[in-house]
């Protein structure tokens, strides 16, 4: 079960290299120049970069949307570096690369960093949450499995029971552990969800009734009706650029 790869693709990541006063993310090392950690702030650019060796430093960007996997965390993440020889393999391909000046060299550090924000959240799903949210949801080997389904298959007639088929439990203790790991319900989560990815299709230019069928929707009149609820604003306005 991949608990990543949607959350990644549905936000499309990017990396680029960026000046320490627009970064959020930096690998630091040591005063012999090895790599140590790799920090992101999650909050955005980091106001005063704390006073260690700064090796590389970075913008991450989710295409101006908000992912709601890195609202879940907290706002500086570290990932130890020396103890993964294979993240500090490719923060090394990274210096490489600077350092050889070949052509393209610059889109394949990007690609590099990439990587690097991957295996940070794999470590971060790896530690769990104790706090509950979507981290903890993820981390749960039960609730993971129906919230992936919800990411995955957002379309679908999802009720509390197939969910909780999903996940190997019965429906009670689904939805009692769905609620006390995830802070909300089976269907306001997917409710949320749903709104997330309808919202990001309305800015593309996707019609609305296109969109109410897309997730589930019984009617554009009853999404519309849900949509305005949630962001106080119609989705024809969303289509139409304005924000939320």
Not at 23 to 33: E, I, K, P, Q
């Amino acid at each position: 079960m991949d608990r990543l790869t949607t959350l990644m693709t549905k936000f499309h990541l990017s990396v680029r290299r960026a000046d320490k006063g627009r970064a959020n993310l930096l690998v630091f090392g040591g005063d012999d120049g090895v790599p140590l950690q790799l920090v992101y702030y999650t909050s955005g650019a980091v106001s005063e970069v704390p006073a260690q060796t700064v090796l590389w430093a970075g913008e991450v960007d989710w295409a101006g949307d908000v992912n709601p996997f890195v609202v879940a965390l907290p706002d500086v993440v570290r990932y130890d570096l020396s103890s993964n020889p294979e993240a500090l393999g490719v923060v090394q391909m990274m210096r490489s690369e600077m350092d050889g000046g070949r052509c393209g060299a610059q889109s394949v550090v990007n690609r590099l960093a990439e990587v690097l924000i991957v295996r940070l959240l794999r470590d971060q799903l790896q530690q769990g949450a104790t706090e509950a949210g979507l981290l903890a949801g993820l981390a749960d080997p039960r609730i993971s499995r129906a919230v992936v389904a919800i990411h995955d298959k957002p379309g679908c007639n999802w009720t509390n029971a197939s969910l909780a088929d999903e996940a190997g439990l019965s429906l009670s203790r689904f939805s009692e552990v769905f609620a006390s790991t995830v802070g909300e319900t089976p269907m306001s989560y997917l409710r949320r969800w749903r709104l997330t990815l309808a919202q990001q299709d309305l800015q593309r230019g996707s019609r609305v009734d296109a969109v109410a069928r897309r997730y589930a929707y019984a009617s554009g009149e009853a999404f519309s009706r849900a949509f305005r609820r949630a962001y106080g604003v119609s989705p024809m306005a969303v289509r139409k650029g304005e924000t939320v």
